[in-house]
């Protein structure tokens, strides 16, 4: 089974700065997808990202890109030019795609992001 | 377009009550999951269906049953509640053929079981 581990329950960052989360997930396969979904207080999961296994590119999204790292088995997320509206939990997901598109999302524990004004 | 509703938005139950959870999207996707999301946790998901009348099990399947017998709708239904089962459930659905198989989520049922 897949894990995904995010070490840094919170993190507090200045606005206009910029922050980087950390998330490493453990698989034995070699075709999948990660994500990071944002959840404000509101409840409602949004996705910010999403980098595909066999690209190897790194995905940017605006402000946010990550930093996927295929064999240490790491996604990191990078939020430039941090902004209130920024202020969530992040998490980040793995699905694998051996299942023909069908499996659901692991997700890791979350990270509490903090914008300090 | 409504995207993924779920119904009702919260719940209170007693221990032993039964409850069903409706979840419903209007996107056509084939594929649809239920997920529940406790205190310091991410989402872990429960059971999942590839299309209409199908479904699966998933991580943490104990205490639940589903059914998908409208391709927009999947029910997550509870038999007799139990305290652990007080969590924030999530309904999510995707395209088949989607690459990337992103999944389109519900704004969630808080359910708390005394």
């Known amino acids: 089974a897949q894990t995904v581990t995010q070490s840094q329950p919170e993190m507090s960052v200045q606005e206009a700065e910029t922050v980087t989360l950390s998330c490493t997930y453990d698989?034995?396969?070699?075709?999948?997808?990660l994500f990071w979904y944002k959840q404000p207080p509101s409840r409602q999961m949004i996705l910010v990202i999403r980098?595909?296994?066999?690209?190897?590119q790194n995905a940017t999204e605006n402000r946010f890109s990550v930093n996927f790292q295929k064999a240490a088995k790491s996604f990191s997320l990078k939020i430039s030019d941090s902004q209130l509206g920024d202020a969530a939990m992040y998490f980040c997901?793995?699905?694998?795609?051996?299942?023909?598109?069908?499996?659901?999302?692991?997700f890791g524990k979350g990270t509490h992001l903090i914008i300090q004004p | 377009n409504a995207g993924v509703t779920q119904t009702p938005k919260f719940r209170v139950l007693k221990t032993g009550q039964s409850m069903t959870l409706l979840c419903a999207q209007d996107?056509?996707?084939?594929?649809m999951y239920w997920y529940r999301q406790d205190p310091g946790m991410g989402l872990r998901l429960i059971h999942y269906?590839?299309?209409?009348?199908?479904?699966a099990k998933g991580e943490v399947p104990d205490g639940y049953n589903v059914s998908r017998l409208k391709k927009q709708n999947f029910l997550l239904g509870l038999e007799s509640a139990a305290p652990s089962q007080t969590s924030v459930y999530f309904c999510?659905?995707?395209?088949?053929?989607?690459?990337?198989?992103?999944?389109?989520f519900g704004p969630g049922t808080r359910l708390t079981v005394l």
């Open positions: 999510a659905s995707s395209y088949r053929r989607l690459a990337g198989g992103k999944q389109f």
């Open positions: 698989t034995s396969e070699s075709d999948y997808y």
């Open positions: 980098q595909e296994a066999y690209k190897q």
């Open positions: 997901a793995y699905r694998s795609n051996s299942g023909g598109g069908a499996d659901g999302l692991t």
């Open positions: 996107m056509n996707h084939e594929y």
């Open positions: 269906s590839v299309g209409e009348g199908t479904t």
